[in-house]
């Protein structure tokens, strides 16, 4: 038996993977570096701060964009568990869940859009980057959450509870 300890992975979420890394070791040698200079030597990086917030806020959108797939949301399943052996109850409260979640989509990207639009006019006040570099990954999160409950819904997928409910 000589089967993989993980199964493999889509080359879409081991690209997620790698960005995420990328995004968590430039952040960490930046303040690393940033600490050192400062108290080691009473000089900074002026960049560093503004580089650590840009790459933590994509790092957590790209992070939530591939959490939905694999089911890592928080879920709270106690009431739906209980609709387990009442199937059309179960695909009703499922299809509720989902339209939830697509409004919720909806919602953080039009906000997101709205911040877009705001920041294409200025930039960052050290490394110049446009400030619209800031909320765009939570509209492209918002899409691709959205994108995928939609499917979910097409599909008409069964609502995955990610574990055995025993309710007593």
Same mark, same amino acid.
């Given at each position: 038996m000589n089967a993989p300890a993980h199964p493999p992975t889509h080359p879409l979420q081991r690209l997620v993977q790698i960005l995420m890394a990328a995004c968590l070791a430039v952040m960490a040698c930046s303040v690393f570096l940033n600490v050192v200079l400062r108290y080691g030597f009473g000089s900074g990086i002026a960049a560093s701060e503004e580089l650590s917030r840009l790459l933590f806020v994509w790092m957590v959108f790209i992070g939530a964009a591939a959490a939905y797939p694999a089911g890592e949301h928080m879920a709270f399943t106690s009431l739906v568990g209980l609709l387990r052996r009442r199937p059309l109850a179960f695909r009703l409260a499922t299809l509720a869940i989902r339209l939830l979640a697509l409004l919720a989509c909806v919602l953080l990207a039009r906000g997101a859009w709205q911040q877009v639009v705001v920041g294409m006019d200025s930039t960052s006040v050290v490394l110049g980057y446009p400030v619209a570099l800031l909320p765009l990954p &939570? @509209? @492209?999160? &918002?899409? &691709?959450?959205g994108l995928m409950v939609v499917w979910e819904i097409v599909q008409a997928k069964p609502l995955d509870l990610g574990h055995s409910v025993d309710v007593e």
């Open positions: &939570a @509209l @492209l999160c &918002a899409v &691709a959450i």
